[in-house]
């Protein structure tokens, strides 16, 4: 027997370094979380398919959704569901459409829908209205959301992400420790890095102390205090990396939330800053434990007039408390509760008759 469409819909949610993906499911985690990696038959030799949120090979994206679909979730061939895909910013339409090919053809999916990323992590915040500030591997992208819908022409993407949080904490252990795995030195980043409350506070006394963390060898590592203070600030100002060759690209994060915002109409820029909502992995996760949502609030707040006032999205309490970490997802989990009962999804039928293009008419 058939599984009902709306009980057999897959939400997949990409970035550089993991995929996050599991049914339509809100009230927990998404189900599978793993490296955006594909190992070659025979080598040790291990391919990133995706990088800066674009996908360089399809071949391997392929393999690595086979994976996540019939190994990790359990899809039986021939009785596939549907599936509702995040869509990072800036995406081609070329790009878009061969996704769409990719499900119906490769993964003879029943249905499929695609929302944009931005959105979707404010409907995990609870938010329609927003702006949200999404920080990946190595790339960030700031996006003001008005009423469900990315004010495109005020986007911005960052040329750096939380990739360059971990650089800056290998930079200052000088030849030691160069020989880490790169799990290992997120482990390292996640423990020790801590957001100071502004810019000009890592120039004070309020250096925080040196910290220590074991490894799994047990060696112990020693990070000090002016480096654990330092270890985001290249994230938030773009001061130790980045490029600007695209117009739509700024240095830092706080930089690209400020632009965004001045760029919004005057009539949502109030609306929009009352909900600053910060995700990603380890922005989400570490990062906002360690004050980085905070720190972003504070420097929009600090660059506004004394009339506004940002406030962070924050959590709902009825969401799990991985919510800011997998907050694409667990939007897409809530829109795809709604979107294929009601059928606003790319039917198989339709996809036959219109081809890939289906996906980028109106609505869709």
């Not at 990409?14 to 809100?26: E, L, Q, R, S, T």
């Not at 985001?232 to 695209?246: M, Q």
């Amino acid at each position: 027997m058939t599984t009902p469409i709306g009980d057999n819909v897959v939400v997949i949610d990409y970035d550089d370094d993991f995929v996050k993906a599991g049914y339509c499911i809100p009230e927990r985690d998404p189900q599978v979380v793993l490296p955006s990696a594909v190992r070659s038959p025979g080598s040790s030799h291990v391919a990133r398919p995706i990088h800066r949120r674009q996908v360089q090979d399809w071949d391997q994206l392929e393999t690595l959704l086979a994976n996540v679909f019939y190994k990790e979730l359990g899809w039986i061939v021939g009785d596939e569901g549907a599936v509702l895909m995040s869509e990072p910013l800036f995406t081609s339409r070329a790009d878009r459409e061969r996704h769409c090919q990719m499900m119906f053809e490769s993964f003879n999916v029943s249905g499929y829908h695609v929302e944009q990323s931005p959105v979707l992590a404010l409907y995990g915040m609870g938010k329609t209205l927003g702006v949200s500030v999404d920080v990946g591997y190595c790339v960030t992208d700031v996006a003001p959301v008005i009423d469900g819908a990315v004010a495109h022409h005020a986007a911005r993407r960052c040329e750096v992400g939380s990739k360059e949080v971990t650089n800056v904490l290998l930079n200052s252990f000088g030849d030691k420790h160069q020989n880490l795995t790169e799990a290992e030195l997120d482990a390292v980043r996640d423990a020790v890095c801590v957001v100071m409350a502004s810019c000009s506070t890592t120039d004070t006394a309020e250096t925080p102390p040196s910290a220590s963390y074991a490894l799994p060898d047990g060696n112990t590592i020693t990070v000090g205090g002016e480096a654990r203070a330092r270890c985001a600030e290249g994230l938030l100002s773009g001061s130790n990396g980045g490029s600007a060759n695209s117009p739509n690209s700024h240095g830092g994060v706080s930089d690209a939330l400020i632009s965004a915002i001045g760029a919004c109409a005057y009539e949502h820029r109030l609306a929009c800053i009352d909900a600053i909502a910060v995700s990603g992995g380890w922005a989400g996760g570490a990062g906002r434990k360690a004050g980085f949502e905070e720190r972003v609030v504070a420097d929009l707040a600090a660059a506004s007039p004394p009339s506004a006032r940002p406030v962070a999205a924050g959590t709902p309490e009825h969401m799990p408390p991985n919510a800011s970490r997998y907050s694409a997802w667990f939007g897409g989990a809530l829109l795809g509760k709604v979107v294929f009962p009601l059928n606003h999804h790319v039917t198989k039928f339709e996809y036959q008759e219109n081809g890939p293009g289906i996906v980028t008419k109106a609505g869709r």
